[in-house]
T-cell receptor, first 114, second 112 residues
Framework: KAGVTQTPRYLIKTRGQQVTLSCSPI?????VSWYQQTPGQGLQFLFE???????NKGNFPGRFSGRQFSNSRSEMNVSTLELGDSALYLC?????????????FGPGTRLTVL | GNSVTQMEGPVTLSEEAFLTINCTYT??????LFWYVQYPGEGLQLLLK?????DKGSNKGFEATYRKETTSFHLEKGSVQVSDSAVYFC???????????FGTGTRLKVLA
């Protein structure tokens, strides 16, 4: 069974641009979460989607948005990029939204904002 | 609110040394506790977990015990190897929620 895949793996953008990151969960998994990882802040929860609905949201500005498609694939969009958005963006999928199902992480997309 | 505090790294040890990485938490209710490991260039992998007080999670020689009285979940290994070099994250999740709270991570370097 294929793991969680994220594309692209690396991305370089300039301030003010926007970016879209993609995450394909493990087959059959319906829950997808996104995290931002930076050296100073560690992993910060962005949002979670289940059955195309956002179920929970972290404390990030409205420039960060996401969506989930009917096949459970998810995209995350960041508009008007700032230097501080440079980070590793991790996606994790779970079988269901409730319970203690293990979440499986993808390798991440490393975003650099110049 | 909920939070996880980990000891700052990096932690540098010689091969076969004893490892402890401290983790304490603040949470309402009865959270599940987790340790994740991140190897260079990879995403996070679940290392072990515990879902209630006094539970001990273990995997690959690593252990952690859920201590409600001290709100701690310290990671231990009796004899580390060079291949254990990675970043370790402590995390919690309250039951009925979808959100994991992670610590800032502790980098472990094991020297041959």
């Amino acid at each position: 069974k294929a793991g969680v895949t994220q594309t692209p793996r690396y991305l370089i953008k300039t301030r003010g641009q926007q970016v879209t990151l993609s995450c394909s969960p493990i087959s059959g998994h319906r829950s997808v979460s996104w995290y931002q990882q930076t050296p100073g802040q560690g992993l910060q929860f962005l949002f979670e989607y289940f059955s195309e609905t956002q179920r929970n949201k972290g404390n990030f500005p409205g420039r960060f948005s996401g969506r989930q498609f009917s096949n459970s694939r998810s995209e995350m969009n960041v508009s008007t990029l700032e230097l501080g958005d440079s980070a590793l963006y991790l996606c994790a999928s779970r079988l269901e939204a409730s319970g203690d199902n293990e979440q499986f992480f993808g390798p991440g997309t490393r975003l650099t904002v110049l | 609110g909920n939070s996880v505090t980990q000891m700052e790294g990096p932690v540098t040890l010689s091969e076969e040394a004893f490892l402890t990485i401290n983790c304490t938490y603040t949470a309402t209710g009865y959270p599940s506790l987790f340790w994740y490991v991140q190897y260079p260039g990879e995403g996070l992998q679940l290392l072990l977990k515990a879902t209630k007080a006094d539970d001990k999670g273990s995997n690959k020689g690593f252990e952690a015990t859920y201590r409600k009285e001290t709100t701690s979940f310290h990671l231990e290994k009796g004899s580390v190897q060079v291949s254990d070099s990675a970043v370790y994250f402590c995390a919690l999740k309250n039951s009925g929620t979808y959100k994991y709270i992670f610590g800032t991570g502790t980098r472990l370097k094991v020297l041959a």
